[in-house]
C-alpha cells in the first residue's frame, strides 16, 4: 500500500490561487523567493533540456513595465480598458516572476513538449508560493504575447515566450473558490479491453 502524505494531498486538493489585485506588501524577499524557484526547477523536463528560464521582478522593474505596456498598447491601437488591464497587473505588483519558455534546439524532443514543460513550471512555481502561506496568481494578458514587450521589456530572444508572469504577495482577501470541474464530464474510465 502507498504510504500517503496527507498534508501534501489535503493541500493539492483545496489549492486555489489569489486574484494578484488583493496582493499586497509584505512582498517576498530574496531569501522567501530561493525556495520558492528551486521547487519551480524541478520540474519535468524531458531530456533534461531546462526549456525555460525565471526572471524575478521586483521594484522598480515593475513600474518600468508598466509604463512600457502602456506605450505598446497605444501603439498597438489597443482601446483604453485593454491598455489599463495589461498595464495594472505590473503596476499594482510588488513582486512577479516571468517564466520564460527558451526551447532548446533537439532532435528528439518537440517544442510542444518543452513548451507544456514551462507551464509546469508556472503551476509549480504558483503552488510552491501557496504552501509557503503567499497569495499568488498565474497570468499572462496580452502583454505576455506582444513580441515588441517581451523583447524590450525582458530580453526575450525569438523563439522565447512568457508562458506566465506568476505575482507572489500576501493575501489581504480569500474570495470564494471558483466553480471546479465537473470530474465524471471530462473523465473516462477505460477498464475494458472491448
Ligand atoms: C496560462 C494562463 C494564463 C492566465 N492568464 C490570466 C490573466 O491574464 N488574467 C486572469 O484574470 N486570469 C488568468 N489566468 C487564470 C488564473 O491564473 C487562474 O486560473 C484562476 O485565477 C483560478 O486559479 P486557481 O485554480 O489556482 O484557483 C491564467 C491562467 C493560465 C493557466
Known amino acids: 500500500m502507498p504510504a500517503p502524505d496527507a ?27 530561493l525556495p520558492l524557484l528551486t521547487a519551480a526547477a524541478r520540474t519535468p523536463d524531458h531530456g533534461k533540456l531546462e526549456p525555460w528560464r525565471l526572471i524575478v521582478l521586483r521594484g522598480g522593474a515593475l513600474p518600468r513595465l508598466a509604463a512600457l505596456a502602456e506605450a505598446r498598447g497605444a501603439a498597438l491601437g489597443l482601446d483604453p480598458e485593454r491598455i489599463a488591464k495589461g498595464s495594472d497587473q505590473f503596476a499594482r505588483s510588488g513582486c512577479a516572476v516571468a517564466v520564460i519558455s527558451s526551447p532548446k534546439p533537439s532532435e ?12 509546469a513550471v508556472c503551476l509549480a512555481l504558483l503552488n510552491a508560493a501557496l504552501a509557503a502561506g503567499w497569495g499568488a496568481n498565474w497570468l499572462t494578458g496580452w502583454p505576455a504575447h506582444d513580441t515588441g514587450f517581451v523583447a524590450e521589456g525582458l530580453g526575450l530572444a525569438a523563439g522565447e515566450r512568457v508562458a506566465g508572469f506568476i505575482h507572489i504577495g500576501s493575501e489581504t ?5 471558483r466553480p471546479r470541474p465537473d470530474l465524471a464530464a471530462i473523465t473516462e474510465w477505460r477498464n475494458n479491453c472491448c
Not at 489535503?10 to 522567501?32: I, N, Q
Not at 528528439?108 to 507551464?119: H, P
Not at 482577501?173 to 473558490?177: G, I, N
Open 7 to 33: 498534508a501534501a494531498l489535503e493541500f493539492l486538493l483545496t489549492r486555489r490561487s489569489r486574484p494578484a489585485k488583493t496582493l499586497a506588501a509584505p512582498w517576498p524577499e530574496t531569501d522567501d523567493l
Open 173 to 177: 482577501a480569500a474570495p470564494p473558490d
Open 108 to 119: 528528439k524532443l518537440t517544442e510542444v513538449e518543452q513548451l507544456l514543460s514551462a507551464g
